[in-house]
């Protein structure tokens, strides 16, 4: 039923890339699964297509429509285009659509599925807001708001059919991950070398951290994609303008600066290290479904309610194991280093108790992953579109 009721619909999806790639990454993955997976006619209208080119390389900024990866990319003009309206219309983030395309959404004799895709939390409110209606005050319209999450009360998250399964593929292949490595010019690295990737915002905790590692008695390599933190790398190695391709060295750390990784090949990045630092949404997502032990730099808002965002989710991920009766340890060290590094403060201190407790922590990602999955958003969001189209047209019988 839910694969017939997919593939006669369209969807228009709406991103505003406000800062970084969090949104921009969302939307794309979203995309390209309605398209590739449930067979929807996708058009994705991005207003910064060359944020858009950053996460798939092979796209023309300078093109109004493009076709990529099954999707149709279209630019988001200022004038925006006579174009109708889909069958489910998704306004990623809040983000303001066009008032041309409200008005010809009213005008449609089947009103879209107009869904409100909002930020991801794991806060106990969001299950009272996920699948709330907000009727329009003049038109006659609803728009309903569709929160992701942890939890079966909410969205879930996007997760490709094949992704856990090209995953344990590629951690069971040697060659595979041998041409990885070598595909960053690097060779395979030894056994006893502790892999790191840091993608973050700038962080004056970066220094700290570096001098641990560097000081510490585990050789370690950390993989730096391109990004906003490249300026403090070259700041502590006394290096003007790190680019891709430049390496570092201090005591036992070594450091290479990545290319900025097109999205498709971020998962291999995060497959192939031992543990994972990631910031914002898009990224955080994807180390959990790695199975790997990692930290989440969450984007600091000027009101501080990140800290109870970050909480919430840490509250989460532990409770399974807390409620079983497991060593706390690894529980407080995760803790330690997490909100060191979004305080900006003694990561390097915390350092020490996290790097012990590795072992149990890549057990507790692994069987987080397997719950996560069971929860999959692109499918809520069809059933959902589902669900309110039948109301919808209730109603209109009823008339």
Known sequence: MRSDFAAALRCDIFCNVIDNYGDIGVCWRLARQLANEHGLSVRLWVEDLASFAKLCPDADATLDSQHRRGVEVCAWRTEFPDVQPASIVIEAFACKLPGSYIEAMAEQEQQPAWINLEYLSAEDWVHGCHGLPSPHPRLPLTKYFFFPGFTRQTGGLLLERDLLARRDAFLNDGAAQEGFWKSLGLGMPAADILKISLFAYENAALPGLFDAWASGTQAILCLVPEGRILPQLGLYFGAAAPRAGNEYARGNLRVRVLPFVAQEDYDMLLWACDLNFVRGEDSCVRA????????????????????QKLQAFLDLYNAPRLSAGEDARAVLAQQGLWREWNQEGGAGATWPAFAAALDELKHRAQDWARLLAENNLALNLLDFCQKVGRIRALKIEGQ
């Open 288 to 307: 959990q479904w790695a199975g790997k032990p990692f930290v989440w730099q969450i984007y600091p808002q000027h009101d501080d309610v990140h800290w």
